[in-house]
């Protein structure tokens, strides 16, 4: 496969394509949150894929019609072990190396990271579920 050297919604949307394969069938508990929280259809999968290939054509492009609130969505579901968020973040800069060059691929991981350290500290340090 071709890898995409720039930024662009055709490559997001190839990203959560393998991206979200890898989570559904991911096997240290990760999957089990996603498919209880998504749901285990095709059609599920594609909605969200969607909605999250939104998500991110808005940050990385400033184009896409996002509507929803990220963070109030993790702070609602049940607890989960911080080690997820590796576990996401390995599972994102794989399938990411897998899709765009390295250069693109750095830059997207790079707000990733941003983003789940920002929901860490909400989730883990903020005392916002204390």
């Given amino acids: 496969m071709q890898k995409y050297g720039a930024i662009c919604t055709e490559g997001i949307n190839k990203l959560m394509d393998i991206f979200y ?4 069938t ?9 498919n ?4 285990t259809s095709d059609e599920q999968w ?12 808005g940050m990385l492009l400033g184009t896409g019609d996002y509507k ?12 989960f072990p ?5 576990t996401w973040l390995g599972l994102f800069e794989t399938s ?17 990271q941003m983003i789940a350290g920002r929901f860490q500290y909400m989730l883990y340090e903020s005392g916002h579920n204390a």
Avoid at 21 to 24: L, P, Y
Avoid at 26 to 34: E, K, P, R, T, V
Avoid at 68 to 79: D, F, R, S, V, Y
């Fill in 26 to 34: 991911d096997s240290s508990g990760l999957g089990d949150i996603f």
């Fill in 68 to 79: 929803g609130q990220p963070m109030k969505t993790h702070l609602n579901l049940p607890p």
């Fill in 21 to 24: 394969t890898r989570i559904r």
């Fill in 96 to 112: 990411l190396h897998q899709v765009f060059t390295p250069e693109i691929a750095e830059q997207i991981l790079q707000k990733a």
């Fill in 82 to 86: 911080r080690e997820f968020f590796a």
């Fill in 46 to 57: 594609d909605a969200h894929k969607k909605k999250i290939g939104n998500f991110w054509q």
């Fill in 36 to 39: 209880t929280a998504i749901g």
